[in-house]
């Protein structure tokens, strides 16, 4: 498999189990890799899945909806990457940088296709 990823991502959002975490916007960082099979890309980038897509996704889904769980927000991101047929494993960590300074919670999820 070959792997893209982006590390160090960060996004404003309202996401959360209560509804103060839901009522104002905070941080979250992301980080994700997308593996995909083997191909002769030929220097071209309509050959591989391009990351810059996984960018936009992981931002809509942050700043556009609105998840009690970082769980679900996470299946979310996944299941719209896995919808190109080239991509067979996604796995994405997403961490609320505000909730409780200095410390930092979140989630990793993996999925395959």
């Known amino acids: 498999m070959d792997t893209i ?12 189990v209560g509804a103060p975490e839901r009522a104002k916007h905070q941080r979250f960082g992301v980080d994700i890799s997308i593996e995909q099979k083997p191909v002769d890309w030929q220097d071209n980038i309509d050959n591989t899945y391009n990351y810059m897509d996984a960018r936009e996704t992981v931002r809509k889904c942050i ?51």
């Open 63 to 113: 700043e556009e909806q609105s998840f009690k769980l970082l769980e679900t927000l996470s299946k979310t991101i996944i299941d719209l990457i896995l919808r190109d047929e080239r991509v067979q494993k996604v796995t994405i960590t997403i961490r609320k940088l505000d909730l409780i300074p200095p410390a930092v919670c979140g989630v990793t999820i993996t999925r395959n296709r």
């Open 5 to 16: 990823f982006l590390e160090g991502l960060v996004f404003s959002g309202c996401h959360g």
